[in-house]
C-alpha cells in the first residue's frame, strides 16, 4: 500500500535539492502548482505519466518516488540500469492496444478464443517472424518511425499472403538498453493503428531493458504475424503448371531488405544523403514503406484464380522465385519487362555493381510475383491495375533450370 505522507516528504526533499519552487516543477510538468502542494501534503500522488517525468527531473527511479525513500542498497534493479515501476507503467500503457479474449492474472502473456478462425474444414495456422534489421535502425536514427512500423506491418502481411492465408494476429517484442516511454508508446500506438486497417489482433507482447545486451540509443523490434488458411484454400508451388503467366506489381522503391549494403554506403559516401530522387531526398526515397498488397490480392486468392505468389523480400528476384518453382518447370522471366525506379538507378551508380549483383539484392522494382493461369492473365492483369501497376513479365516453361533471365535490365 502507497505511503501518501511518505512519498509527499520523499518529492519535497527532491524539488528543494533540485532547487525548484512548486510554481517552476509545475511549469516543466505542465499542471497546477496546487497539483504539486497537494502531493507534498500527503493528500494525492502523481499519475503514472507524471511520475516518469518526476523520475527523470529528480534523477531517481520511480519506485523511490513511490516507496518514497531513495536506495543505498550496492546491489538492485535500479543499479543495474533498469527501472522496475517504469516497466510497469510502459506496459500499463500498452494493455489498452491489446485485446484479449479472457484474463489471467497468473499468466504474464495474452489468452485469445479461436472460436471464429476454426470454422475452416482443414485450418493450418501459419507464422512468419520478422528479425530485427539494419532499415529498423537506420529509420530510428532519422526518425521514421511511422514508416518503419508500416515497413513492419506490410512486409509480413505480403508474406502470410503469399501461402493464401489470412492475416489475423502480430505481436511484438521492443528491447532497449534504455528507457524512452515515448518512443514505446508511439511504437505501440501506430501498431494499433495499422493493426485495425486490416482486423488484425495485437496480441500481448513484451518490453524489456537489456542495458548490457543492446547499445545505447538502439532498439531492438521483433515482430511475429499469425496468420490462417484452409489447407484447400493454401497457395504453394504445386499449384504452378507449364504454361502459366508470371506478372509482377510494382514495389513501392526498396522495400525492406538491402538495407545491409545501404547502410555501408551510407558510411562510405555521406555525399549521397544529398541526392534527391522523385522529388525526395535520398534518405525520405530509402525509408518509404513497402506497398501491402492485401487489397488487390485477397480476392483473387479467395476467388482460387491464383497459382503461385511470393514476395520479393530477401536477396533479390532470383532466389525470391527459385523457392517457388516446381522441379522440371522453368520460370522464363524478360528482364527488360521491368520499369526500373529512379532509386535503384542512383543505387547502382554509387555502388558501381554489375545487375547481377542489384538482382541478388534488391527488388529492382518488382514488388510481388504473380503466377496464373493464361486464361486468367486478362481478368487478374485487369483488376491488380486498379491498384498497383501490374504487368506481363514472363511465362513458365518445362525445363530442369528453376529460372531462366532473358535480356537485360534497361537502367
Request: proline fraction near 3%; glycine fraction near 6%; aromatic fraction near 10%.
Amino acid at each position: 500500500m502507497l505511503d501518501y505522507k511518505k512519498i509527499g516528504q520523499f518529492l519535497s526533499n527532491e524539488r528543494k535539492k533540485a532547487e525548484l519552487t512548486q510554481k517552476q516543477l509545475a511549469e516543466e510538468l505542465n499542471i497546477t502548482f496546487q497539483a504539486i502542494s497537494r502531493w507534498e501534503k500527503g493528500l494525492s500522488v502523481p499519475s503514472l505519466d507524471i511520475l516518469d517525468d518526476l523520475s527523470q527531473i529528480f534523477n531517481v527511479s520511480v519506485d523511490e518516488i513511490l516507496k518514497g525513500e531513495g536506495y543505498s542498497a550496492r546491489f538492485s534493479y535500479e543499479k543495474a540500469g533498469v527501472d522496475v515501476m517504469k516497466m510497469d507503467i510502459i506496459n500499463k500503457k500498452a494493455e489498452k492496444f491489446v485485446e484479449m479474449d479472457e484474463y489471467n492474472p497468473s499468466f504474464r502473456g495474452g489468452i485469445y478464443d479461436l472460436k471464429n478462425y476454426l470454422t475452416l474444414e482443414h485450418p493450418f495456422i501459419v507464422s512468419r517472424v520478422l528479425e530485427p534489421g539494419t532499415k529498423q535502425r537506420i529509420a530510428i536514427e532519422y526518425g521514421y518511425i511511422e514508416e518503419l512500423i508500416q515497413d513492419i506491418f506490410f512486409t509480413l502481411i505480403n508474406d502470410i499472403l503469399a501461402t493464401g492465408a489470412n492475416p489475423i494476429f502480430i505481436t511484438n517484442t521492443i528491447i532497449s538498453a534504455q528507457e524512452n516511454i515515448d518512443l514505446v508508446n508511439k511504437i505501440v500506438s501506430l501498431c494499433y493503428d495499422e493493426a485495425k486497417k486490416y482486423d488484425i489482433k495485437i496480441l500481448k507482447g513484451q518490453y524489456s531493458i537489456k542495458p548490457k545486451v543492446i547499445y545505447p540509443g538502439e532498439y531492438l523490434i521483433d515482430s511475429e504475424m499469425i496468420g490462417i488458411v484452409d489447407y484447400d484454400s493454401m497457395i504453394n508451388y504445386k499449384n504452378i503448371s507449364a504454361g502459366d503467366t508470371i506478372l509482377y506489381i510494382e514495389s513501392n522503391g526498396i522495400h525492406h531488405h538491402g538495407f545491409s549494403l545501404i547502410d555501408k554506403l551510407l558510411d562510405e559516401i555521406p555525399e549521397i544523403k544529398k541526392e534527391f530522387i522523385n522529388d525526395n531526398s535520398f534518405i525520405d526515397e530509402i525509408m518509404k514503406p513497402p506497398y501491402c498488397y492485401y487489397n488487390c490480392l485477397k480476392h483473387l486468392i479467395e476467388d482460387k484464380r491464383i497459382n503461385g505468389l511470393v514476395n520479393i523480400a530477401g536477396f533479390g528476384i532470383p532466389r525470391s522465385v527459385e523457392r517457388i518453382i516446381p522441379d522440371g518447370l522453368s520460370a522464363i522471366i524478360d528482364l527488360s519487362k521491368i520499369d526500373i525506379p529512379m532509386i535503384f538507378k542512383c543505387l547502382k551508380h554509387y555502388l558501381n555493381v554489375n545487375d547481377h549483383e542489384m538482382l541478388n539484392t534488391f527488388n529492382c522494382g518488382v514488388g510481388y510475383i504473380v503466377i496464373v493461369s493464361e486464361k486468367n492473365e486478362k481478368m487478374i492483369l485487369e483488376h491488380i491495375n486498379k491498384y498497383y501497376y501490374c504487368s506481363k513479365i514472363g511465362v513458365i516453361e518445362k525445363g530442369e533450370e528453376k529460372i531462366k533471365f532473358l535480356n537485360s535490365l534497361n537502367w
